[in-house]
C-alpha cells in the first residue's frame, strides 16, 4: 500500500537532507536549485529575513522519502527578482490591500530560466504539482498572503501551473545560442561583415592593453582568486550605489569555493608579467549551460567587460560543448555581439479577486506588446544572414 504525503513548510534549507534534496536537484538542467547553491546563499546570509528573503520552502514526503520540494521565499520587497512587479505594489495600496509579504519560487538573486518543483521521478509530476500548489493555496489563504508568483519557470513545467490557473507574464533575455560552432571564427562568421570586423578588433585590443585572458575551471581556480572575485564583485556594485544589487556577502564566495567550484568558471585578465588579475567574470555551468554572474575591475579599459564576459566565455562555451550561454541580466549591447533577445515567462496567482482581474487584463496587453519588442530586437541581429535561426 502506498504510504500517505505529508507536506510541511521549513524556514531553513539546513534542516534539510542534503543527499534527498539532491536526488531531485540534480537530474534538472538548472545548476541553481541544487542544495549547495541554495544552502549557502541562506548560510552566508545572503538570503535571510533580514535581507527580505524569508525562506519558507515547502517539502513533500512520503513516509521518510523526500518526493518533491518548492524553493520559496517570503518577499518583504522585490529587489534581487529582476522581474520589476512594483507598479502592482502600488496598485495594491491604491486599493488598500497590503502586498508584502508575497510568496515568491525562484532561485534568488538569479534570473536564469529553469524554476519548477523538485519532484522524484517514481512519482506523477502533474498530481503532485497540483498538491503543491493547493498546499501554497491554503498557506497563503491562512496567511492572508496575497499573491503567489513563480519567476524564470521552466517551460517544460510551465503548463502544468498554468492549468492550475496561474496566469503568465512575458519577459525576455538575452541567450546565445550554438548552432553548431566548432571554433571562435565560426561564431565570427554568423555575423555580417562589419561587426564581424568590430569583434574582431575588439577582440585584439586587449592584446594591445598588454592583458592575458584566461579560463579557469574547477580546481584550476585558485584558492586567493575567490577573496578576489568578492572584491571585484563589491567595487563593480558600489559604482551605482542603490542601484548596484550589492546582495551577496563574502562569507557566499568562500563558501562556493568550497561548495560550487565543480561548477563554476572564472575568466581573469592579467597584465603582462603580472600574476593578479584587474578584472574577472564569475560564470556557473552545467551539462550543456553556462550562465554569467558576476563580474568587476580594477580599471576601465575599452572593451574589457566585452572580452571577459562574452567573448572569452563563449570561446570556452564552444570548446567544452555548450549549447546556450545566458550572460546575465541587462544591457542591450548583447545584441550586437549575437545574444538573441530569448522569451521567458514568469507565473502569478492573486488571492484577491479584484485585483487578480485587473491585472489579468493588464497582462494581456503587455505580453502582446512584449512578443513584439522581442521580435523588433532580433530583426536588428547584426548577422549576416537574416534566416539564421535563433532557436
Same mark, same amino acid.
Given at each position: ?64 522519502? =523526500? ?53 522524484? $521521478? ?37 503548463? =502544468?501551473?498554468?492549468?492550475?490557473? #496561474? ?60 577573496? =578576489?572575485? #568578492? ?58 549551460? =553556462? ?18 564576459? #562574452? #567573448? ?30 530569448? $522569451? ?41 544572414? $537574416?534566416?539564421? $535561426?535563433?532557436?
Amino acid at each position: 500500500m502506498t504510504e500517505p504525503l505529508k507536506f510541511q513548510w521549513c524556514d531553513r534549507l539546513g534542516d534539510l537532507p542534503r543527499e534527498d534534496w539532491n536526488a531531485i536537484a540534480q537530474p534538472l538542467a538548472t545548476p541553481f536549485l541544487e542544495w549547495d547553491w541554495l544552502h549557502d546563499l541562506e548560510a552566508s546570509g545572503s538570503v535571510i529575513a533580514k535581507a527580505g528573503w524569508q525562506p519558507c520552502h515547502l517539502v513533500v514526503w512520503r513516509g521518510d522519502r =523526500l518526493v518533491a520540494a518548492a524553493p520559496l521565499y517570503l518577499k518583504g520587497h522585490s529587489y534581487g527578482e529582476f522581474v520589476f512587479d512594483q507598479q502592482w505594489a502600488d496598485l495594491a495600496g491604491r486599493l488598500g490591500l497590503r502586498y508584502y509579504p508575497k510568496l515568491l519560487g525562484m532561485t534568488p538573486l538569479t534570473p536564469a530560466v529553469g524554476y519548477r518543483f523538485l519532484i522524484a $521521478p517514481a512519482e506523477d509530476e502533474a498530481t503532485l504539482t497540483g498538491l503543491m500548489l493547493r498546499e501554497i493555496d491554503r498557506f497563503c489563504d491562512n496567511n492572508q498572503i496575497l499573491s503567489c508568483n513563480f519567476l524564470y519557470v521552466d517551460p517544460d513545467w510551465q503548463p =502544468l501551473v498554468e492549468a492550475a490557473g #496561474y496566469s503568465a507574464w512575458q519577459h525576455h533575455n538575452s541567450v546565445w545560442q550554438n548552432r553548431g560552432f566548432r571554433t571562435f571564427d565560426d561564431y565570427l562568421g554568423m555575423f555580417n561583415a562589419n561587426q564581424r570586423r568590430n569583434i574582431k578588433r575588439e577582440v585584439k585590443s586587449m592584446e594591445r592593453a598588454g592583458l592575458t585572458l584566461t579560463c579557469l575551471s574547477g580546481d584550476q581556480i585558485p584558492r586567493d582568486y575567490f577573496p =578576489l572575485m #568578492y572584491r571585484f564583485y563589491s567595487d563593480h556594485c558600489d559604482k551605482f550605489g542603490w542601484w548596484g544589487s550589492k546582495y551577496l556577502t563574502r562569507d557566499f564566495f568562500d563558501r562556493a569555493m568550497h561548495h560550487s567550484r565543480h561548477r563554476l568558471l572564472f575568466v581573469a585578465a592579467t597584465p603582462e608579467g603580472s600574476d593578479r588579475p584587474i578584472a574577472m567574470s564569475f560564470c556557473v555551468h552545467k551539462g550543456d549551460r =553556462l550562465y554569467g554572474r558576476y563580474w568587476g575591475c580594477d580599471h576601465e579599459i575599452d572593451n574589457l567587460h566585452f572580452n571577459v564576459c #562574452y #567573448y572569452k566565455p563563449i570561446e570556452w562555451a564552444i570548446a567544452n560543448g555548450i549549447q546556450s550561454f545566458d550572460p546575465g541580466a541587462g544591457g542591450s549591447h548583447k545584441k550586437r555581439r549575437g545574444f538573441p533577445a530569448t $522569451p521567458n515567462w514568469s507565473l502569478h496567482r492573486w488571492y484577491q479577486p479584484r485585483f487578480g482581474q485587473i491585472l489579468g487584463t493588464w497582462l494581456r496587453q503587455v505580453n502582446e506588446l512584449e512578443s513584439q519588442e522581442i521580435e523588433a530586437i532580433n530583426a536588428e541581429l547584426p548577422f549576416s544572414r $537574416p534566416e539564421v $535561426p535563433l532557436n
